[in-house]
């Protein structure tokens, strides 16, 4: 959602609430925030503290971990890490003071102070070259060289009236500054309407911090409120290096992060799948913890989309609903539609429910409005399940029901995956028991697929591991029996059966740590040497029989060489009677145990035959399993590399390789090179791909980005982006970015993004950023948001 409203609304800003947590990134959504609005990172809710919470919030326990980390604290004291505004007081019960090179009364409480004349209390600091100051009503006249400071607020002027107590006020010919968010201006008039509130008439006002700003709004009236953190114009022109780009007779727009009610940011962009196209949300500020979002959007190519969203956050529960719907799409002639609704729930301290259910209406739906990128262009499957979750102690353990829609790609079809109709999980794990680590892990899933083999699987895994660790070495012997049960249905015409199988699966453990100082490129260093074995005994057990229901062939790598199976999922554990020997060598900051350089080499030794395979796979025929060896160096602080090798000596050829490198030699300056190659077999695909990732500075204030992926087998482009992006020296920033991707097999969309930005008001166009950050490893935005102000701001 776009950070700062343009025009008319300001969008939330969700983040960690002090008292109900972390509200969950929408990222793992299959809509995407942008596949759905559009629009910028997802928001965060923010929800009110109360002082009973701040109290708690405060509690002791937080007070003894700062003394433990060696904070200074006296008893009741906590270091605060900036200045905090306290409580005022009743305002006729704060002490006044005066100073002027001459001060004359007359009697009854009316003073006038002439000559560098100041009154200063605890919230206002009033200056001018004369004052009348009458007491008993609080009412200052000010005149020559007027200033008013008041929380971070500043307003100046030849001539002020004000009553201190309530602050109401006025003065001509004003400028005034705003501690806030920097805002600042200048009007024929000003009226001070009281605490955070000022009217201001004929005024200009800019977000600009700078001597000739780039925008500024001029307005026949603006009214400006802090506590509701958004100003009102009317007769309103917005002009961007003196160009009237925006009129309006009235428009409100943030002056702060607060919530409100309004259109968002418009959004213009164009895609070579939809045509130009035109998005206007409409936020609801609906309570604090809950909002919604219209977001229509008009595509030339395929007519008026609507979309919605929904999001609440409780103590006890939380979730969003999204949804888009597209009558006869003027392409396909149907109906095109999203939708997805997530909801998480805590029902007692142990607890929980969760849903998460997703559906579109096509198998085109993402190749053809997604304009994030290959991530969400090639979405297969969408999710529907929901949870029953339970955790106490060492036990957790849920139920749920999983269902998946398949979005095929014509060309390259892929099988739906299993339902899961239930699944009921539990799990203990009970560390250094006695010395002991003990886990178990006990499973049922009715798994159903109308094209495949159909039934349901029981397993229950109980280990039991004695961790020998020591500063240097270790030794971890475990051992464990898998044991599963499968009741199959009958499928094309064979019956019905049953099927068991035990095993018991015993590991050693055991690695040296050595260590030395030494030298590498002129620094200091520690070195060290760290072999390590692994030795697997699994027996064998006949699982032709067995159906397949989530069961793949594991990729073979450093994570893989040390664990239990080659496979990925319960439905195969292959026999075992192997070794695996690995050896790795760092090079360490000494100060600060950052490694600046690593190298590791691996094989696993076979002392049986390969008799467990899944169908169609071929048994291995060696004893010896392929080479791995991996390099990774940090020699400078913006230079990085890392090479991974996977090498076959059977045929001696290298069977995987990824090279990548990165440099990053000062912010917003990021080159990232990368190669990898995969050696086609019988149950992989070949793969050779070169990409290539930037962003970098060509001239003062200009910036180029880019990427550049390309297969080298299919002589294909899987995804270019190409644009530049330019940062004033005055609050304005602009994005042109192109993208091409793949979507299909032999299918590919474009889509361009164009970005006016002006600091503290708007974002004028449709944003490419979160395609950049996906896209370039290391891209930052160039124009970072500043700091929120404070009431501290230009404190006199």
């Not at 099927?499 to 620094?523: W, Y």
Request: charged fraction near 20%.
């Amino acid at each position: 959602m776009t950070a700062t409203p343009f025009a008319y609304g300001q969008s939330p800003t969700y983040g960690q609430s002090a008292t109900y947590g972390q509200m969950p990134s929408y990222g793992g959504s299959p809509f995407g925030q942008e596949s759905l609005f559009g629009q910028d990172d997802p928001p965060v809710r923010e929800i009110p503290v109360t002082p009973e919470q701040q109290r708690t919030n405060a509690s002791a326990p937080e007070a003894a971990q700062g003394q433990a980390q060696g904070q200074v604290s006296g008893p009741g004291l906590r270091l605060s890490p900036a200045l905090q505004p306290r409580p005022l007081r009743d305002p006729d019960d704060l002490p006044v003071y005066l100073e002027a090179d001459s001060l004359t009364g007359d009697g009854e409480s009316n003073l006038r102070l002439d000559g560098n004349a100041q009154i200063r209390r605890t919230d206002t600091v009033l200056k001018g070259d004369s004052i009348e100051y009458r007491q008993v009503e609080g009412e200052v006249e000010a005149t020559g060289g007027v200033r008013l400071a008041r929380d971070g607020n500043v307003v100046s002027g030849p001539r002020l009236k004000l009553n201190l107590n309530t602050g109401v006020g006025e003065l001509d010919n004003a400028r005034f500054f705003f501690g806030l968010n920097g805002g600042r201006g200048t009007a024929d008039h000003v009226e001070l309407l009281g605490q955070g509130r000022v009217r201001a008439d004929n005024v200009s006002y800019t977000g600009c911090d700078c001597e000739e700003p780039s925008w500024e709004m001029r307005a026949r009236r603006i009214d400006f409120d802090y506590d509701a953190g958004e100003a009102t114009s009317y007769g309103s022109t917005l002009y961007f290096k003196s160009l009237p780009i925006l009129g309006a007779p009235k428009m409100s727009f943030p002056i702060s992060d607060a919530r409100k009610s309004g259109f968002i940011s418009p959004t213009f962009g164009i895609t070579s799948k939809s045509g130009p196209q035109l998005l206007t949300p409409y936020y609801f500020n609906i309570a604090p913890n809950r909002d919604a979002t219209i977001s229509p959007r008009y595509m030339e190519r395929r007519g008026l989309q609507l979309g919605g969203e929904f999001r609440y956050l409780e103590p006890n529960y939380s979730g969003e609903a999204r949804a888009t719907y597209l009558s006869n799409d003027r392409v396909t002639q149907t109906d095109r539609y999203l939708y997805s609704f997530a909801h998480r729930q805590r029902l007692t301290d142990t607890l929980g429910l969760n849903f998460n259910i997703n559906g579109a209406s096509d198998d085109n739906y993402f190749r053809d409005f997604s304009v994030a990128g290959t991530g969400l262009a090639s979405t297969a499957t969408l999710e529907r399940s929901a949870a029953l979750t339970w955790k106490s102690g060492y036990w957790d353990a849920f139920g749920r029901v999983v269902k998946f829609q398949t979005l095929q790609d014509p060309l390259l079809p892929i099988i739906p995956p299993y339902d899961r109709e239930p699944q009921l999980r539990l799990n203990g794990a009970r560390y250094d028991w006695n010395g002991f680590d003990a886990r178990v892990e006990v499973d049922t899933t009715r798994f159903k697929n109308s094209r495949l083999i159909s039934g349901t699987r029981s397993y229950a895994y109980p280990s039991v591991a004695y961790p020998i660790i020591r500063p240097g070495g270790f030794l971890i012997p475990k051992i464990g029996i898998n044991t599963t049960r499968y009741d199959v249905d009958a499928f094309q015409g064979a019956d019905a059966y049953r099927a068991n199988r035990t095993t018991p699966i015993v590991s050693l453990d055991t690695g040296l740590i050595f260590e030395r100082d030494g030298r590498m490129l002129g620094q200091d260093v520690t070195q060290t040497l760290e072999p390590r074995l692994y030795y697997l005994r699994v027996p064998y057990r006949d699982q032709s029989r067995l159906p397949v229901f989530d069961t793949a062939l594991a990729d073979f790598n450093f994570a893989q060489i040390f664990s239990e199976n080659i496979y990925a999922g319960n439905d195969r554990i292959a026999e075992a009677n192997q070794v695996t020997a690995a050896l790795t060598s760092r090079w360490l900051d000494p100060k600060t145990g950052v490694e600046r350089a690593r190298v590791t080499g691996a094989q696993r030794l076979y002392f049986s035959d390969q008799r467990v395979t899944l169908p169609g796979d071929a048994v291995r025929s060696d004893g010896r399993s392929d080479y791995l060896a991996s390099v990774y160096g940090a020699l400078t602080s913006s230079l990085s590399g890392e090479t991974t090798v996977q090498y076959n000596p059977q045929i001696s050829r290298v069977s995987r390789s990824t090279v990548g490198a990165r440099f990053s030699p000062a912010r917003a300056s990021t080159v990232a090179l990368s190669y990898r190659y995969q050696r086609e077999s019988v149950s992989v695909l070949g793969r050779e791909q070169i990409d290539l990732a930037f962003q970098w500075p060509l001239a003062p204030r200009w910036f180029g980005v880019g990427r550049f992926d390309y297969s080298l087998l299919q002589n294909r482009i899987a995804e270019v982006v190409a644009g530049v992006e330019y940062n004033s020296a005055c609050c304005f920033a602009v994005r042109a970015v192109v993208q091409r991707y793949a979507v299909a097999t032999r299918d590919t969309t474009t889509a361009f993004f164009l970005q006016l930005e002006l600091n503290g008001f708007a974002r004028v166009g449709t944003s490419p950023i979160n395609t950049l950050r996906r896209s370039i490893p290391g891209y930052q935005v160039i124009n970072p948001p500043p700091e929120k102000g404070t009431g501290f701001e230009r404190y006199e």
